[in-house]
């Protein structure tokens, strides 16, 4: 039998519209023409989420002469590019807890170098005059347990023994300030290092600035196929589209949650699909109700956790907690709609604003982010150095791909840089096994963490292990 908060929950989703919020917008450019004949150019990108757009963007600022062409087999930014939180933070090792138990030998440079990251991506947005609303707010990890209250005030002592100065601890009177949650025990805010930023216009910004510097842009184009190729200007690379080929001295692979076409690297990500709700804009009163007069970014610290934000227009974007991973790895469009999800999140929603009780969801959609066992970028070569790729992201994406592509370029330089340097860089993570064996482990992981969330935090043999061999997840 329903509940009555569960038939509340469910009524405050009937208007919403199954489509993402960000990409549902009058302003959305129009595609360009796909690629058909043949082209010829110095650099080929394939891919046109935020790891292409950055690479090819840097390309073209690092060298204005170089030829570069970038392919998307859809539209610029209509996949995990525009669909996301619009988070975009300054770590690139999917957050400084993270880091530590990977790099600590490193963490401080890996700091120092997401940092200047995030800076340049917020001098490159004003330079080009990217209108993505980037506000460099912040985000607040929310503890909504007490055992949670202990691991913030631990990596809050961690990061400041490590000179990170950003960070402020908030307790439970001083987090209810900023916003106002009866499930708010306390919290740590990260004051510099994360900017609120609207996705969709981000991409279409970076695409519009591409094309200002030259590069040639082609949607609607899947590379299909990569191979070696020789012609009179020497040896390349041919990819193979539907309507034609592209021939290139240097290949950036930006594919990420789709197949590789670097066949040997498929087997480091899987798709898990990620779902998120939009609430209508909220009333003056409601705004009041709730607070949030500094707009931070806001995710709580259970391992299923979620992520929260309000936006320009006074709406509250509210994602996560569920992480639904495909037998086999396979891209389901089906799965880009979950009622059941979206149901869950908004009974979740509801306890943790109870004064909103009667705000509608304007919008309710979902989608694939690749994911990797240590969950954060890796990257390498193929074909003797004329290829590179970064993927593996694992949902923290809209600011570490600048990152990446900056990685990209120095590889495919041959270049030793600070960056090149980094064990990060060097090293790869764990691949995932074949079937049902991928299946059962990250069904087990789900199940464990789950349980770690209901029992105070306390991971079982599975999780310890799993931490051991430097698997840990969350959701």
Not at 200 to 213: N, P, T
Request: glycine share 12%.
């Amino acid at each position: 039998m329903r509940t009555a908060g569960a038939a509340l929950s469910a009524a405050s989703l009937s208007d919403a519209r199954p489509v993402p919020y960000w990409l549902d917008d009058p302003g959305r450019p129009g595609a360009l023409p796909a690629l058909t004949g043949d082209e010829h150019c110095d650099l080929l990108v394939i891919g046109g989420g935020y790891s292409g757009l950055w690479t090819a963007l840097l390309a073209k600022e690092r060298d204005p002469e170089r030829d570069v062409v970038l392919i998307e087999g859809r539209e610029v930014g209509w996949a995990a590019s525009g669909r996301n939180g619009g988070f975009c933070a300054a770590s690139l090792t999917h957050g400084f807890s993270n880091g530590l138990a990977r790099w600590p030998g490193e963490l401080r440079k890996l700091e120092e170098l997401g940092e200047r990251n995030l800076d340049a991506i917020e001098a490159t947005v004003a330079r080009y005059a990217i209108d993505c609303s980037f506000e460099r707010t912040g985000e607040i990890d929310i503890a909504t347990e007490p055992y949670q209250l202990d691991d913030l005030h631990e990596l809050y002592e961690e990061a400041s023994r490590l000179g990170h100065t950003g960070l402020e601890p908030l307790d439970r009177d001083a987090v209810r300030a900023e916003v106002d949650s009866p499930t708010f025990l306390g919290g740590l805010w990260n004051r510099r290092g994360v900017a609120m930023l609207h996705p969709a216009k981000l991409a279409w910004g970076l695409k519009r600035a591409c094309a200002e510097l030259g590069v040639r842009l082609y949607e609607n184009t899947r590379g299909l196929e990569l191979a070696r190729a020789r012609s009179a200007a020497g040896s390349g690379m041919a990819v193979r589209t539907p309507y034609g080929r592209v021939f290139a001295r240097k290949v950036a692979l930006g594919t990420n949650v789709f197949p590789s076409l670097v066949r040997r690297v498929r087997p480091y990500t899987v798709p898990v699909y990620d779902y998120a709700l939009m609430t209508e804009p909220l009333t003056e009163e409601q705004r009041a109700a709730i607070g949030w007069k500094n707009r931070q970014g806001l995710g709580d610290s259970a391992n299923q956790f979620h992520y929260f934000r309000i936006t320009d227009d006074h709406r509250i974007l509210w994602g996560g907690y569920d992480a639904i991973y495909p037998y086999g790895g396979r891209l389901d469009t089906a799965l880009h709609h979950r009622p059941e999800t979206y149901l869950k999140l908004a009974t979740h929603f509801f306890r943790c604003f109870p004064q909103l009780e009667g705000v509608r969801f304007s919008h309710a959609w979902g989608g694939a982010i690749d994911t990797c066992s240590r969950f954060s970028a890796f990257f390498g070569t193929a074909y003797d150095g004329r290829v590179a790729y970064a993927a593996g992201y694992t949902g923290l994406g809209v600011g570490a791909t600048r990152f990446g592509g900056e990685v990209m370029l120095d590889l495919l330089a041959g270049e030793r840089t600070e960056r090149t340097a980094l064990e990060m860089v060097r090293s790869k993570p764990l691949p995932f096994p074949p079937e049902p064996a991928a299946w059962a482990g990250i069904g087990l992981t789900k199940w464990s963490l789950a349980r770690a969330d209901a029992r105070g935090g306390r991971r079982n043999l599975w999780l310890r292990t799993m931490d051991r061999l430097g698997l840990g997840f969350d959701s």
